[in-house]
């Protein structure tokens, strides 16, 4: 090939637009790059030396890909036709179909002594061979950049009309600009009613006037250096961070452990395209009001990062401004954030001092008025059904019903409250601060202020047992009602976060464990879930809602093990659908169990011993020793009569570990009765008093788990 053919250069593509999703612009010009790429590659315009940098700012999406060929090297290609039966006519000669196959391939200068005849394992077809020209790159850009457009994760698309005052376009934002270069030549191409040039635009305030891109390898440097301009959004993120950091050191403060500070950090780093760090005050006086509430203002309103104290990580009364200015005298940006902030934590601090002139417990009847579902009744009919659930449990579990009854009766009690109207994000967490206020039991405001928390994370203990048992009933409550109207998840939608209540519910369980809670005390799920379902007036839930609901629990469990646990044991465990709090103590049981000598021999016998029961349920009946017939029949129904109360036993108090262990030791008389007994004998009595030693070895050994999806 041609030393022209074969040059290569950095390529450049830029979109300008308008102020495009923060939420989504990381992904978005990751997308952007990777469309373009992925496209120069399909067509070998790439080499192996090809390095891709996505950029993106608010105003932009790009790429800078280098080593980018001109013209890909000419590519053997082999084209499948049509079967050689279709193909020639009755004269052995080209038939019409395939005369304008080949024409509509661009083929049609070939002849028949140019085709290949291979065969598939079928019949045999006509191939076409031959070398295809390599790809131009100016040939190539416009598709490139229409693929990269549509395959953007765009989470709304806009409709906006181009300057012809005619056409419409759909995209994210309006484009304004469109840079390719190629070194420094301009390639043409066009989209979303722009063409190719070399001009973009800086910084919206700091940048004059319009920036003509040298070449490709230039962009980055004239846009930091003339534009003001940081077009790498990772640059920009670690650039926050640091300075953000600096800040703190400085102020001797702390940004908090919260996981909204590296989402906030995400955010911010798609609002700005030259990142700089300013320290803002309040009056200490709004301190007064719960920190949640200034905080959420500070964040979700202002995209502040509020400080704490990095001793009590208490809230002080200063916060960072990540600005998109960088100036020598920032007083004016500092007093402007300043001046923003002042009317929302003014309003903060009257929500909260109106809030707690009426106690919690008052607002409960006004539920009446809010709606939890229109097939489910209203938020009050709830709190009703959370107060059953929540005292049930009490009494299963030897907790005080009159505290989980009044933690049930005041979940919902803020809802109505102005600071969660204005600050949903705060429901229980207000609900708890003004049960505070009230007076109301420690276990109780403990538990509305977690009680909306995605899982439990410690062991239940006596000081949180309330809180544990107001997050089990409610997560039971959502599950089967709004699952028994129809509302269960499909696919990715799950708009009542069903999959999460399922995983909330299960860490109830296992925490409950950890607490000791189980072991004088008994919790069935399918008994909760049922005593749940109850509580709701008849006809309104399907008649199937429980099984499917604990099937959906226990996949739920299933999707969560299999990513840390080996995959056959966890299906050995669940698909007997143990407790949900013995799961974890039975997977290790079987983990102990799969690596004993007896393991693949008595999983592969239980395997096959399920496969003769699933044929016979029907015929099998008592076991009757005097039928016996082989010495082998003997031995194994001495054996399982020595070591199944042992293993019961030990499976009573749950020590799985030991209870498969016992029964480890049937290896021998079990290997022994298949290779000496014909278990489906002639006679049907003897035939089935054997199938009926079997299922006795079968219940035995599966009490822990389905051994034979061990094998």
């Not at 509509?104 to 019949?123: F, M, P, R, T, Y």
């Not at 006509?126 to 070398?131: K, V």
């Not at 030549?185 to 004059?208: K, W, Y």
């Not at 799950?494 to 369980?509: C, E, H, K, T, V």
Request: overall charge negative.
């Amino acid at each position: 090939m041609s030393e022209q053919i074969m040059s290569t250069r950095s390529l450049l593509v830029e979109l300008q637009t308008e102020e495009l999703p923060p939420k989504a612009l990381e992904k978005m010009g990751q997308a952007f790059a990777e469309g373009i790429a992925n496209v120069l590659r399909e067509r070998h315009l790439l080499t192996e030396h090809s390095q891709i940098t996505d950029y993106a700012t608010p105003r932009r999406l790009a790429v800078h890909i280098s080593h980018v060929i001109e013209q890909a090297a000419d590519q053997a290609f082999s084209e499948k036709l049509m079967p050689t039966k279709v193909g020639l006519d009755a004269d052995g000669n080209m038939s019409q179909p395939l005369l304008k196959r080949l024409e509509g391939k661009g083929l049609g200068h070939l002849g028949l002594a140019d085709l290949e005849i291979k065969s598939d394992g079928k019949q045999d077809y006509f191939y076409a061979n031959g070398m295809a020209t390599g790809a131009r790159l100016a040939d190539v850009m416009n598709e490139a950049i229409d693929y990269a457009v549509t395959q953007l994760p765009i989470p709304k698309v806009m409709r906006y009309q181009l300057n012809d005052g005619v056409t419409s376009v759909r995209f994210v934002r309006p484009a304004h600009g469109l840079i390719v270069l190629w070194g420094d030549e301009v390639l043409p191409a066009q989209t979303l009613g722009l063409s190719s040039d070399r001009i973009t635009l800086g910084h919206r305030f700091m940048c004059d006037a319009p920036l003509s891109i040298q070449s490709a390898d230039s962009y980055v440097t004239q846009l930091e250096q003339d534009g003001w301009v940081i077009p790498s959004f990772d640059k920009r993120r670690a650039l926050i961070s640091q300075q953000l950091n600096d800040a703190c050191a400085t102020y001797q403060a702390s940004l908090g452990t919260d996981p909204e500070v590296p989402e906030l950090l995400e955010e911010v780093t798609a609002l700005v395209e030259h990142p700089t760090i300013y320290k803002g005050e309040f009056d200490p006086v709004f301190l007064e009001v719960p920190s949640e509430c200034l905080i959420l203002t500070m964040r979700l309103n202002q995209r502040y990062f509020p400080l704490f104290d990095p001793k009590t990580n208490a809230l002080t009364h200063q916060f960072l401004i990540v600005s998109n200015m960088q100036v020598e005298d920032p007083s004016h940006i500092i007093e402007g954030n300043q001046r923003v902030i002042l009317p929302r934590l003014a309003d903060a601090r009257f929500f909260f001092e109106t809030d707690r002139k009426q106690h919690l417990a008052d607002r409960v009847d006004s539920l009446e008025n809010s709606v939890y579902h229109n097939k489910l009744g209203s938020q009050r009919v709830r709190v009703e059904r959370l107060r059953r659930l929540a005292t049930y449990l009490a009494d299963q579990l030897g907790a005080d019903r009159t505290l989980a009854d009044r933690a049930a009766l005041l979940a919902k009690a803020d809802l109505n409250t102005l600071m969660v109207g204005e600050f949903p994000e705060l429901q229980g967490i207000m609900g708890a601060y003004y049960a505070q206020a009230d007076g109301e039991a420690a276990q109780v405001v403990h538990a509305l202020k977690h009680q909306y928390e995605h899982r439990l994370h410690q062991p239940v203990t006596t000081d949180s047992i309330t809180a544990a048992l107001l997050f089990l009933a409610e997560r039971a409550e959502t599950l089967v009602g709004i699952w028994g109207i129809g509302l269960a998840p499909t696919g990715e939608r799950d708009p009542y976060a069903l999959r999460r209540a399922a995983l909330g519910l299960i860490s109830a369980f296992e925490q409950l464990n950890h607490g000791g809670y189980f072991k004088e005390h008994a919790l069935d799920l399918r008994q909760l879930l049922e005593y749940s379902a109850a509580g709701f007036e008849a006809g309104v839930l399907a008649d199937s809602t429980i099984d499917e609901v604990i099937n959906f629990i226990y996949e739920r469990y299933r999707n969560q093990l299999i990513q840390h646990a080996d995959r056959k044991v966890v299906e050995a465990v669940l698909a007997i659908q143990p407790p949900l709090q013995q799961v974890s103590e039975r997977i290790q049981a079987c983990l102990n169990f799969a690596q004993r000598p007896e393991a693949d021999s008595l999983a592969a016998a239980n395997k096959r011993i399920s496969n003769l029961l699933q044929r016979h349920t029907d015929t099998i009946g008592a076991l009757d020793p005097s039928l016996f017939v082989e010495p082998a029949e003997h031995a194994l129904a001495a054996t399982l009569s020595d070591l199944t109360p042992k293993a019961q036993q030990q499976f009573i108090q749950g020590d799985f570990t030991s209870s498969l262990a016992t029964l480890a030791a049937a290896k021998e008389p079990v290997d022994q009765f298949f290779n000496d007994v014909m278990v489906m004998a002639e006679d049907p009595a003897v035939r089935n008093n054997r199938l009926a030693l079997l299922k006795q070895l079968h219940s035995a050994m599966n009490q822990v788990a389905d051994l034979s999806l061990l094998a």
